[in-house]
């Protein structure tokens, strides 16, 4: 089951930390239907998890999966977003609403950022988890919830315990099997499949998406302090700058995230330059047309640089005062046929 295409086509992984958290996964989700807490940074893919383990819990009538982002929870709403209500049960309560408890009833409820949960809501969830019933907010009549629970934090729930802040013995019933995520840091293997898989998904015409040298060591070795979901969104930008076919090359790379390159000038020609004459060739270009380009635009970028100055624009590009005004005399006969260079 671990090699299975539900697991591997929705976490992407080869890396030793992340593959003995798939076996733990699919070990709890498959064989048993004890409660689980799903805990690490931000970022690390708790969400992907929790809906695993829903697809392989093996219930023949399984129902629903049901989250509840305790973040975006309303303080004066979260007993109708967890119990549901009853019309007219509070102002703008215009019909009866079922909660997260009733949704769930016989499928999975994933809690995400469980921490963030109020303690009088601890304490009603605690109810509900050890006698699978509620009552709907304005309502006297007792309903049934049986469910599978999930959930998931980014905050160390045990230094909460001892500081009053979370319910010893929620935690308890809710921790009865843990898993931790790995950061992106302790699995850094993973970092190049996870930016191609990315890819594919984003830009579905590139089957197999490469990137240029440059991109592989800058993708392989940047930081990730938010983890998979920073990688997801720099990919997210590159493929919105990447056009064709082509491998992926620097200037895919948002202005912000490139590289600096000052420190090995072997990569210059990296980025709108390699783009530039990858567009020449595709329209029938030649090279010894790309390499007198080449050469004008450098002598007039290295004389805007100077300031008309000759001898300062020739050092700036290793030649010598000669040399340049040649290149500047054959420039300015190529643009303008039949006229006379001058000093």
Known sequence: MLRSDTV?????????????????????????????????????????????????????????????????????????????????????????????????????????????????LQAELLRVIQEGTYKRVGSDTWRDSQFRLVCATNRPLQDAVKRGQFRSDLYHRIAAWSCELPPLRQRRDDILPLATHFISELIPALSRPTFDPAVTDFIAGREYPGNVRELRFLMARVAARHVGNGPITVGSLPDAERPDDSADSSLWWQGQFEEAVRHAVSTGVGLREIGKVAQQTAVTVAMTAERGNVRRASRLLGVTERALQMRRSSSALSLHPGATATR
């Open 8 to 120: 591997r086509q929705k976490l992407i992984g080869e890396s030793p930390s992340w593959v003995a958290l798939l076996r733990q996964v699919v070990e709890v989700a498959a064989f048993n239907q004890t409660s689980v807490l799903l805990t690490g940074e931000s970022g690390t893919g708790k969400e992907l998890v929790a809906r695993l383990i829903h697809a392989l819990d093996r219930r023949p009538d399984k129902g629903s999966l049901v989250i509840v982002d305790c973040t975006t929870v309303v303080p004066t709403l979260s007993g109708s977003e967890f119990f549901g209500h009853e019309r007219g049960a509070f102002t703008g309560a215009v019909a009866a609403r079922d909660g997260a408890f009733g949704r769930a009833h016989g499928g999975t409820l994933f809690i995400d950022e469980i921490g963030d949960l109020p303690l009088p």
